[in-house]
């Protein structure tokens, strides 16, 4: 025993207490034997001295003390002491897999409860903002739960944003209300092109209200409706105000949109005005409305959905750091913009109020009702003088149809009425 007690490479087990008489001694060894004495016992400390706390939340450049400090909650409680909670095992995976969205195959078939939170940890994160893996993580979530992600998008005026968020504004899916009012997109972009895709057939309200717009603009986003009955079908509100090429012949070609209730060409180079209304009260049911509709004022199209905060962060991103540049150099963030195109319309805002600088008069139309259409109770005699006219209108106008029909080129023209233009337009998709 003495020499297990006077081996040099025995560790001290630290101090020993035995309880004797009812009085607590210790028991400390020694290399000349075992000495016991009264003592009173030292406090128990949980650190050492010296030791300090620091919290690493905010520091990117520590990755490992990030991940300790992260499965932590720290919270003030009602004395000033600073608590910690450890977090759930839930929020845990959840935090985990936002941080690797992008390594997912794919969310079709996951709960929509769950997938809004861990879309909700994936923009706390910034995960969508990323140059390399936002576009990839944003369609994971637009794929599978298409208008939950984003059901309305407002870009008005923000021209700058549709420039560098291209592919993430075309990755979004079954969108109800799109406006893009005065972002000078022209005949030629790539975006008047993704509106006929199928993934847009959901579209309900779209606002294109000085956009550079020309008849060969509308041909080309009305063609995959008046050949193959699929893009846009299900239009129902629809603004080319203030697009001042489009002619008669460009109003022509939105006859195709059967579901369509409310319609504004003020600002348009139409020539003959009072043909236009003829046409589109005859083959649409569209009359003019003698006063500003409220469904133009553009408040009713707002950006809606899990999404929000992020196109408002592109708009951010984007406006802020070209503000300075602008005022220095007023045409170079149009020249950013439309590169080695020159624009006069570049230089011009938006009016978003009810007037329009190419406006001569108001030409909103809308659908008229039911109960509008028949109007007050007549007697029956004056109601037959009255709907005469229009029956006998209504006759030429079918015979006039009827008439073409007996010759058989005329009626192979009545179902094959493409032109050659449209036959490039199909081969184009």
């Known amino acids: 025993m003495s020499c297990h007690l006077n081996s040099e490479s025995h560790l001290d087990p630290g101090p020993i207490y035995v309880r004797e008489n009812g009085r607590l001694h210790m028991v400390s060894l020694a290399l000349n034997g075992v000495r016991s004495g009264l003592r009173q016992p030292k406090p128990f400390g949980l650190f050492s001295k010296g030791f300090s706390v620091e919290l690493c939340m905010n520091r990117e450049d520590d990755t490992a003390q990030k991940e300790k400090t992260d499965h932590f909650i720290f919270t003030y409680t009602r004395e000033g002491n600073l608590r910690y909670s450890a977090k759930s095992l839930f929020s845990l995976v959840l935090d985990f897999i936002s941080d690797n969205i992008d390594h ?39 794929e599978a739960y298409g208008r939950l992600v984003l059901c309305s998008l407002c870009l008005r005026d923000r021209c700058l944003v549709i420039s560098e968020k291209l592919e993430e504004i075309k990755s979004f899916r079954e969108l109800t209300c799109l406006d893009l009012s005065c972002c000078k997109l022209g005949d030629e972009h790539e975006l008047l092109e993704h509106l006929t895709n199928e993934a847009l057939s959901s579209v309900t309200q779209l606002h294109l209200k000085d956009n550079c717009l020309s008849d060969a603009g509308v041909r080309k986003m009305t063609a995959p409706v008046r050949v193959m009955k699929r893009g846009l079908e299900n239009l129902t509100l629809l603004d080319l105000s203030c697009n001042p090429k489009i002619t008669d012949a460009g109003i022509g070609y939105l006859f195709c949109f059967r579901k369509l209730n409310c319609l504004d060409i003020s600002g348009t180079g139409l020539k003959d005005v009072s043909a236009i209304k003829h046409k589109l009260q005859a083959r649409m049911g569209l009359v003019l409305s003698q006063v ?24 951010r991103l984007t406006v802020k750091p070209l503000k300075k540049a602008a005022v220095a150099e007023p045409r170079k963030t149009a020249q950013y913009f439309y590169g080695n195109r020159f624009l006069a319309e570049a230089s011009l805002r938006c009016a978003l109020d009810n007037t329009c600088p190419y406006a001569n008069e108001k030409l909103q139309f809308r659908k008229e009702k039911p109960a509008e259409a028949r109007g007050p109770l007549l007697n029956c005699d004056t109601a037959i003088s009255v709907h005469e006219p229009q029956k006998s209108k209504k006759r030429t106008f079918e015979e006039s149809e009827k008439e073409p029909s007996n010759s058989p080129q005329a009626a192979k023209q009545k179902y094959v009425c493409l032109t050659v233009q449209d036959w490039d337009l199909l081969n184009s998709y």
Do not use: M, Y
């Open 104 to 142: 997912v195959d794919s969310l079709i078939g996951f709960p929509e409860q769950i997938a809004e939170r861990l879309f909700s940890a994936a923009e706390a994160r910034q995960k969508f903002t990323e140059p390399g893996t936002g576009l990839r993580a944003l369609r994971k979530f637009t």
């Open 292 to 315: 500003s509709l409220k469904e133009f004022d553009h408040t009713n199209c707002k950006t809606e959905g899990w999404a929000d905060q992020i196109v408002r962060q592109w708009e």
